[in-house]
């Protein structure tokens, strides 16, 4: 429907941004002039007209969504809902604000991702759990600074300076790890399985991780056969 | 009156400070018109091409500070070319070859070129401030220019320009020995600016109060400078992007708690949500938070964020706040005077995310609310006329709902009763933008009892003319008058065309006004200015009077025809 829209103007066309262009699934180029006898006609002289299809666009949108069942015959509803007729300077919103929110919508995806992914963690022997948001952290050296710093108020410095994780890489320090009283970070995916933190990639890993647990030592030698094995192997 | 010397007069005028105030005084008598002009520092012209600068300067010799609009309100949403006019390096040039002392210049919507600053930096000694709103044209060499020339630079504050912004070291043009700066706000500038220099800046400015920073100044740099500027008044913050379990956000904590004097606090052009937290210790004193920028803010965070803000009296926000959290509002910020919701999607008006009951909620708990800008999805006439009845001190109210033409979504009835009951309960009020489905009806009640209106939007709205000729023969106050996409045409325009020399501008856009009708105003009235805007080109085939004219533009001036229009501008 070409009512009420005039795009493009001589002077700029920076105004109807892409996101406008994608919804009107225009496949002309940028600056599309409206020329004399098809905007005139249709749009400024016949103002019963244009509050016709207002009225028709208000009345049909809530339908849409309410009822699938019952979807008038003209309206799909597994296609994209009908182009809001763009009208030139409407709303009357200043072009730098329209822009720049432009703007952090399409980097605000690289900068702050989608929604925080809060996940609680608990640690054996503290009185209390906490949460983190996964999103905040892109390697699991960060998470396990970040939790390190969260819990040491209740660990007596047995996490080392390193870190949970690193000390729990090298595989002799491991030992002394299982072992001993340092605590080991654990995580419970999708399916309900406590896995060991450090296997997966990082991103595989905040996407499946639902809950975080740091374990005692000891009690993580359940989830490291390998490690395990070889323990038994030495001894 | 005339047995006081002139000094003593002088002495008088001196305490009359509002512009309004000096114009009448200089109409009283000849010796007082005298007397003011020479006395006369400061100057607003509403519509730089009402006078020219050569009169200007003549009339007051001894002029320090000058604001100047430029384009049409409307230029902002696009309605207006972007050549169509407003510049001002003619000013500056006129201002530069006489013996102005000028020390501070306020522009808005015109076309500033580079040309223009680097003379403007290089013509007065004193040069204090500049302050640009809703300009374009120009660079950041044009910024490199006052920086490296205005010795004794106070202000420099460029609020939503559009800058081409070369990512040159503009900042570092500040000699060092610029340590004079009160005010810096590059907010709107897109690039990177050298964080070094900007630090060292901000460490030898101890008189600094306002410093709002752009979207590329990270968290650790904005550290540092709140570390050297403890006495900052007023925040714009760039980027608020964060670790909250790191170093830098520690460090970020102990110093905004330093800055006990913050009032004003604005940007978060990127934010971090869960860290709002380091902000809380300065919440309680603010009086203006500015968070319309700041997308990434929203639902509990952002009422946790409001609910320290207990003094706020000013709010600019972003529709996402939902009418819940303006409930929140409602309850906590007591002192509420201003609030402004602005759509976070302007395109989208079903994503708008707050209704009537959102102004409902504040207007019954901020009993001092006298502005509003109101972005919305619906508004119904119970709720206008509610908000009436809580809040007769409106001085200006704006509402916008994103939908043209929508009438009350309960009723189905046009909002005539709604705004009626506003402009009758709010005998204040001097600014008013109507919205939604609209007959002539409301036309009659805003020409009975808006008595102080000076200023007024329409778009799609009335029946007829006579809804444009209640608000002519009405509102006796009225400056400006702007109207889009309504049905009024030559009757309405022509029937008394005397009164546009008491108004400073008429906007038509969109209406039923011809060819003929224009040019009869403008044969009638030769103090009008009467502009013609038409890029389609019809004017140069078809010069049919009975032809529809898309834009019109008219307004008083001293000086006649512009001589700066464009092609596509036809002034009769």
């Known amino acids: ?235 | 009156m005339n047995y006081f010397p002139d000094e003593v007069l002088e002495h008088v005028f001196d305490f009359i400070t509002s512009h309004k105030d000096r114009n009448s005084v200089s109409l009283v008598c000849k010796s007082w018109y005298k007397i003011e002009r020479y006395s006369r520092q400061r100057v607003f012209i509403g519509n730089c091409y009402s006078i020219s600068p050569e009169r200007l300067i003549a009339r007051f010799p001894g002029l320090k500070s000058l604001t100047l609009k430029g384009k049409p309100h409307f230029a902002d949403f696009n309605l207006v070319p972007h050549d169509w006019g407003g510049f001002v390096y003619p000013w500056i040039k006129a201002l530069a070859k006489s013996r102005i002392g000028l020390e501070e210049l306020r522009l808005k919507r015109m076309v500033v070129s580079d040309e223009s600053l680097e003379l403007l930096s290089k013509s007065f000694v004193n040069f204090k401030s500049l302050v640009l709103v809703s300009c374009e044209g120009f660079t950041t060499d044009g910024l490199a220019a006052i920086a490296a020339n205005c010795r004794f630079l106070r202000e420099l504050d460029l609020q939503e320009n559009e800058v081409d912004d070369h990512r040159g070291h503009w900042l570092s043009c500040f000699p060092e020995s610029c340590t004079s700066l009160i005010s810096l706000n590059f907010a709107c500038l897109r690039g990177e600016v050298n964080l070094g220099a900007l630090e060292r800046l901000v460490s030898r400015s101890p008189n600094l109060k306002s410093l709002r920073l752009n979207r590329a100044v990270p968290l650790d740099t904005l550290q540092k400078l709140l570390m050297r500027a403890p006495q900052l008044v007023d925040l714009g913050i760039g980027s608020y992007v964060h670790d909250p379990f790191s170093e830098a956000y520690n460090k970020l904590k102990i110093a905004i708690q330093r800055c006990k004097s913050i009032r004003s606090l604005s940007g978060f052009l990127e934010v971090a949500p869960h860290c709002m937290s380091a902000i809380y210790p300065i919440c309680g004193n603010l009086t203006f938070l500015n968070l319309s920028y700041a997308p990434g803010l929203h639902g509990n965070k952002l009422m946790k964020l409001i609910q320290h803000c207990r003094k706020l009296q000013r709010l600019w926000i972003l529709d996402c706040i939902g009418d819940k959290g303006l409930g929140v509002v409602a309850l906590t910020c007591k002192e509420l005077q201003e609030l402004r919701v602005f759509p976070s999607d302007p395109f989208e008006a079903e994503n708008a995310a707050v209704t009537e009951e959102g102004l409902v909620l504040v207007s019954a708990g901020c009993p001092k609310l006298n502005s509003l800008l109101y972005f919305c999805q619906q508004m119904t006439n119970a709720a206008l006329i509610t908000v009436a009845k809580n809040c007769p001190n409106f001085i200006r109210f704006r509402l916008c709902i994103l939908d043209p033409m929508k009438p009350d979504p309960v009723t189905n009835q046009p909002l005539d009763e709604g705004f009626g009951a506003i402009v009758q309960s709010c005998k204040g009020l001097k600014r008013l933008s109507l919205s939604g489905h609209l007959t002539d009806q409301v036309f009659l009640y805003i020409g009975m009892y808006a008595e102080q209106l000076e200023m007024l939007s329409i778009a799609f709205a009335a029946n007829s003319d006579k809804g444009m000729l209640y608000v002519l023969n009405g509102c006796k106050k009225l400056r400006k008058l702007e109207i889009r996409d309504c049905p009024f045409g030559d009757a309405a325009l022509l029937e008394d065309v005397g009164k546009y020399e008491t108004m400073r501008s008429l906007w038509m856009s969109s209406c039923e006004v011809t060819l003929g009708g224009c040019k009869s105003v403008a044969e009638k009235m030769p103090s009008l200015n009467v502009e013609i805007i038409d890029e389609s080109e019809q004017m140069e085939f078809n010069l049919d009077d009975k032809q529809k004219v898309d834009k019109m533009y008219l307004y008083r001036t001293l000086v006649g025809h512009r001589k700066d229009a464009p092609e596509y501008v036809w002034i009769l």
């Not at chain 1, 940028?30 to 016709?52: M, N």
């Not at chain 1, 900068?111 to 609680?120: L, N, T, Y």
Request: net charge neutral; proline share 6%.
């Open chain 1, 1 to 235: 429907m070409e009512v009420g829209v005039k795009m493009g103007m001589k002077g700029g066309g920076d105004e109807v941004g892409g996101k406008e262009k994608e919804k009107m699934g225009y496949e002309e180029t940028e600056l599309r002039l409206g020329l004399p006898g098809d905007g005139e006609v249709v749009r400024k002289r016949d103002f019963s007209h244009t509050v016709d299809l207002k009225l028709n666009l208000i009345s049909t949108s809530p339908t849409d969504d309410k009822d699938k069942n019952i979807v008038p015959s003209h309206l799909d509803p597994a296609k994209p809902p009908p182009a809001k007729a763009q009208v030139v300077g409407w709303p009357p919103v200043r072009s730098f604000r329209k822009n720049m929110l432009a703007t952090q919508k399409s980097s605000g995806s690289e900068d702050s991702g989608e929604k925080a992914a809060f996940v609680k963690v608990s640690m054996d022997g503290a009185p209390y759990l906490r949460k983190v948001d996964l999103r905040m952290y892109k390697t699991y050296q960060q998470l396990s600074d970040a939790l390190a710093k969260m819990f040491s108020s209740f660990t007596i410095g047995n996490c080392g300076s390193q870190g949970l994780l690193k000390d729990f890489m090298n595989e002799s320090k491991l030992m002394d790890l299982l072992n001993g009283s340092d605590y080991v970070p654990t995580y419970e995916d999708k399916d309900g399985d406590w896995m060991l933190v450090g296997d997966v990639p990082w991103e595989m890993f905040i996407e499946s991780c639902k809950r975080l647990r740091i374990m005692k030592g000891t009690e993580a030698i359940g989830l490291a056969p390998r490690a395990m094995e070889k323990c038994k192997n030495r001894s």
